[in-house]
């Protein structure tokens, strides 16, 4: 797999990959387009980032806050936030001297529907 990255949103190329797991297998391009996104969350920074910025009250948070929460230095968390927002799992915005980052909606529903498990499904 290269180590060029795909970001998940606004791709129409991703609209087949809306299936449940549990549904229907992946196919193999399915996989590879799905695979750089969920390898980024594979990273407990990242993941915890993540659910840092796409918990937080109205949606989006400034990085000054996000650095605030680990004990890494502020280089090591823009890296992961550029992972992050390189995949487009995040999308920021700057404001002055601060970025504010929000959790692209769009393509955590896309990786929670591939995930999803109904109770049909199980049965």
Excluded at 33 to 56: F, Q, T
Excluded at 65 to 74: I, N, P, Q, V
Excluded at 90 to 114: F, I, K, M, N, P
Aim: glycine share 4%; with cysteine; net charge neutral.
């Amino acid at each position: 797999m290269s180590k060029q990255r795909v970001a998940i949103t606004g791709a129409a190329a991703l609209d087949d990959c809306r299936v449940p797991l549990v549904s229907e297998p992946l196919t193999a391009s399915q996989a590879e387009r799905l695979a750089p996104s969920y390898k980024a969350l594979g990273d407990p920074v990242r993941l915890r980032l993540l659910s840092l910025i796409a918990s937080h009250e109205g949606g989006q948070v400034c990085v000054c806050d996000l650095t605030e929460a680990f004990d890494l230095t502020a280089p090591t968390i823009s890296h992961h936030l550029k992972v992050l927002k390189d995949i487009g799992l995040v999308t920021s915005e700057r404001r002055g001297t601060w970025v504010y980052y929000r959790a692209e909606r769009a393509a955590l529903d896309l990786l929670s529907t591939v995930l999803s498990v109904s109770e049909a499904a199980v049965a």
